[in-house]
């Protein structure tokens, strides 16, 4: 019961002291919303980063284009080989009246153009569409599938996938340390504001340690203060995020330039975001009350 009456004290005084300081508090809210808008932007930024980067190693395929005119028992041994590549995931084979069946289906003026195309003088060239296990290597895979007997050119957009891979790796990792940094930055900021606050209540701290209130009495309502700081400073940027990835994800019709970069669903992933924005403003605001009452109360 005293538990819950200290509990109920602080966070009566803690009410107060926001609204009475009002200025103050207005500026580490401030600070807060800020900080959580610009560390919103930059997790969505880095989640959907790591979405492209995922969807970039999902979808990448090896084009293995055969030799003219091969035999299916060349065929067959070509496909024995590719299956011995430690690298290879799957692999489809597409026989040239495929690939040019696909085309005509694909374009009316394809369909044009082919129709006239019987078996022998179809220019296309039997394929194998292959995945890979592990991204990083599908250099080293791709050479080995070009050193095949009957295997003429293989191609996979070398060198674009490894920039971008290098791209969203050098954005995300950049991304992850500017959040950090914020969060640290914020955290001092509001450590100095609840500071001024304590410093300007010096008087009232000397009367409540002259009638023996104890650490723990002098301590929580400031760090009830500082929960909330964080909550209020919350709420601007759970809205700006959640209503703004909706607007944003449908006004770019959910991808970025083409199908090959999606963007992350709304739901429920910004929510999620929203989550951790709440627990992050709480955390800012506690973590900074507390730093202030321990360095600079000295209790």
Request: proline share 2%; hydrophobic share 50%.
């Amino acid at each position: 019961m005293k538990l819950l009456r200290l509990l109920g004290r602080s966070i009566r005084d803690a009410f107060r002291s926001v609204i009475r300081n009002f200025s103050l508090s207005l500026a580490s809210i401030s600070c807060i919303t800020i900080t959580l808008i610009v560390v919103s932007i930059a997790m969505i930024a880095s989640y959907n980063v790591d979405n492209f980067t995922k969807l970039m190693k999902k979808d990448v395929t090896i084009v293995a284009f055969l030799e003219n005119d091969v035999t299916p028992k060349e065929i067959e041994a070509v496909e024995n080989q590719i299956r011995l590549i430690v690298n290879v995931d799957t692999y489809i084979f597409q026989s040239k009246d495929e690939i040019k069946q696909l085309m005509r289906e694909s374009s009316e003026v394809f369909n044009r153009i082919m129709s006239a195309w019987d078996e022998k003088s179809n220019p296309l060239q039997d394929t194998f569409l292959i995945k890979v296990l592990n991204v990083e290597e599908i250099k080293n895979t791709a050479k080995e599938i070009d050193d095949i007997k009957n295997v003429s050119v293989v191609k996979y957009g070398e060198g674009m996938i490894e920039k971008l891979l290098s791209i969203f790796d050098i954005v995300e990792k950049g991304t992850i340390g500017l959040v950090l940094g914020l969060v640290l930055v914020t955290a001092f900021l509001i450590a100095n504001t609840i500071k001024i606050t304590i410093f300007s209540r010096q008087k009232e701290i000397e009367i409540m340690r002259l009638v023996g209130s104890s650490n723990m009495v002098i301590k929580f309502p400031f760090i009830f203060e500082g929960l909330f700081l964080g909550i209020l400073g919350s709420i601007i940027p759970i809205a700006f995020s959640i209503y703004g990835y909706y607007i944003f994800y449908q006004e770019f019709d959910g991808q970025l330039f083409s199908p090959f970069l999606r963007f992350v669903k709304p739901g429920p992933f910004i929510y999620f975001v929203a989550l951790i924005l709440l627990g992050l403003g709480m955390f800012l605001g506690m973590w900074g009350s507390g730093r202030a009452v321990r360095r600079h109360l000295k209790i």
